[in-house]
Structure formats: C-alpha cells, structure tokens
C-alpha cells in the first residue's frame, strides 16, 4: 500500500506499508519511508527511510538516509548516512558522512565526499 503521511512538521511524505512489495522503479522529490519490499532503484531529492522489515534490492540515490533494514545495492548520498543496529548494507556507498551502529552490517566500500 502506497501512501502520503505528514511528518511532525507538516511536510507530506510518502510511505510504502509492512507487506507491499514494488516491483520497478521509484523516483520522488519529498521524504520516503520504506517499509515493505522494493525491487528496483529508489531516487528520492529528500530522505529515505529503510523500515526493520523492509529488503531493497536495488540502487538508492538521495540526500539522506536511515537504514533499519536490509539493502542489496549501492548507496549515494549527497549528505549523510546511518545505517542503524538492525542494518544491512551489500554494496557500494559514496556519502559525505556516514554513522554505523554496534551490530549494523555493511558489506563493500564506501567512498566519502566533501558537501
């Protein structure tokens, strides 16, 4: 289930539920919470959330990200990372910072750009 919430501070975003599965291709321009299944690549100008349930397979290309779940593809960044306790990340990652918590899981390299 596709769906538009509002964030704390007002601003919409959008929001893929616990047991939807997207087979292709996401482009959006505001926040993006995860919490189902993507089989494809995610270009999002805000930030994206990765739910603990949630398995990308695909390419993530955005400004910020929160990964509680599990990443099968590269991550780019234009600000920062963090790839939280229940994450996992098999791929590449290019960021300007990046945050890993005890437990996370990141499996490739990462290359760290200046903003």
């Known amino acids: 289930m596709l769906r538009r919430e509002e964030k704390p501070s007002g601003m919409p975003h959008n929001a893929i539920a616990v047991g939807t599965t997207i087979k292709g291709s996401i482009t959006a321009e505001e926040d993006y919470r995860i919490d189902g299944t993507v089989e494809g690549d995610i270009q999002c100008s805000g ?17 910020q990200a929160d990964i509680f779940g599990t990443v099968n593809g590269n991550v780019t960044l234009s600000d920062n990372l963090i790839i939280r306790a229940s994450g996992k990340i098999t791929g590449d990652i290019t960021t300007r910072t990046l945050t890993v918590e005890p437990n996370a899981i990141f499996s490739g390299k990462c290359i760290m750009h200046k903003g």
């Open 47 to 63: 930030k994206i959330v990765v739910g603990p349930q949630s398995v990308i397979t695909g390419n993530i290309t955005c400004s």
